[in-house]
């Protein structure tokens, strides 16, 4: 008979999350592969998030579960002293599980939102020398080709290796000539699209972020900012930051399940919008293959 609990049962979207559990996929890689580590590290914050969520679900029935394995009932006033310390600790798991799931685990949420902000920094701040580098070597072997034509036979005298050597050179001098590029600051789309124009990979005319995304980034921006340097708590800088945040001064982050999914299809839609930027030169690609900018809040995670 087949077997049906098990690895044999795994559809595709389970035994993927499963297989990056017991084998991280960036753990097999250098840097270089920024697009794939983002996402990645993606969703590895929602899979950590939504396993903690399943986790207090679980826990939050624990008391009952123990009754049923003790045979016993916490109402019962002839309850030994023994069983009834045993389900005092179970009341306590519960009534946790239960609080946090009540008040939308709101540090689950910022655990995951402070992953996937870093991840954005990443992405944008590996992406552009990469590219910069690409178009550095292009333009290099463009030179190059134009010199060995004007100059065929010392061209033929040279080899393979110097031919080498010699673009990197050529690749090395137009590089000193660059602008340094622009570090990440503020929040916002600004914070990216400074240092994205360098390269030619801003937001395009056509293609302009919607200001309720923006809006939402840069909340995020500076909630992360609170979060990870302020003990949650709100301050000046992120008010001025990002002023529609609905905190005043002194108070405590606490990030809803809808704030959740909302800054995280934020932060979702915006990468696959930049790294859809560099892709639509290509003939093949027409605009219906990036993201829907209107419809930004719809790349929420399916399970979030």
């Given at each position: ?52 969520i399943l986790g207090l679900y679980e826990l939050r029935k624990t008391l009952a579960r123990r009754e049923q394995e003790l045979g016993v009932s916490r109402e019962d006033p002839d309850l030994p002293d023994r069983d009834a310390h045993d389900l005092q600790a179970h009341w306590e798991r519960a009534e ?209």
């Open positions: 008979m087949e077997k049906r609990v098990g690895e044999e049962g795994l559809g595709a979207f389970a035994r993927s999350q499963i297989e990056a559990t017991r084998n991280d996929p960036r753990l097999e890689r250098g840097r270089g592969a920024m697009i794939a580590d983002f996402w990645d590290a993606m969703e590895e914050a929602e899979r950590s998030r939504g396993l903690g946790s599980a239960s609080i946090e799931i009540e008040h939308g685990f709101p540090h689950l949420n910022a655990q995951a939102l402070v992953s996937m902000n870093s991840a954005l920094d990443a992405l944008v701040e590996e992406w552009v020398p990469a590219m910069r580098a690409i178009r550095v070597k292009l333009l290099a072997a463009q030179m190059l080709e134009r010199a060995e034509q004007q100059e065929p036979e010392a061209a033929k005298r040279l080899t393979d290796e110097q031919g080498e050597h010699l673009a990197e050179a050529i690749g090395n001098m137009i590089s000193t000539d660059l602008l340094e590029l622009e570090r990440l600051k503020g929040s916002g789309i600004e914070r990216y699209e400074a240092r994205l124009r360098q390269e030619g990979l801003g937001a395009p005319d056509d293609r302009q972020i919607p200001a309720d995304l923006d809006k939402a980034l840069s909340e995020l921006g500076a909630l992360r900012d609170v979060l990870t340097h302020r003990a949650g708590r709100v301050d000046a800088k992120a008010l001025a930051q990002a002023p529609s945040l609905r905190y005043q001064d002194g108070e405590l982050v606490r990030i809803s399940h809808e704030e959740y999914r909302t800054y995280s299809a934020a932060v979702r839609c915006y990468a696959h919008e930049v790294t859809f930027r560099s892709m639509r030169i290509w003939p093949e690609v027409t605009d219906d293959d990036g993201p829907k900018l209107d419809n930004w809040r719809g790349h929420v995670y399916l399970l979030a």
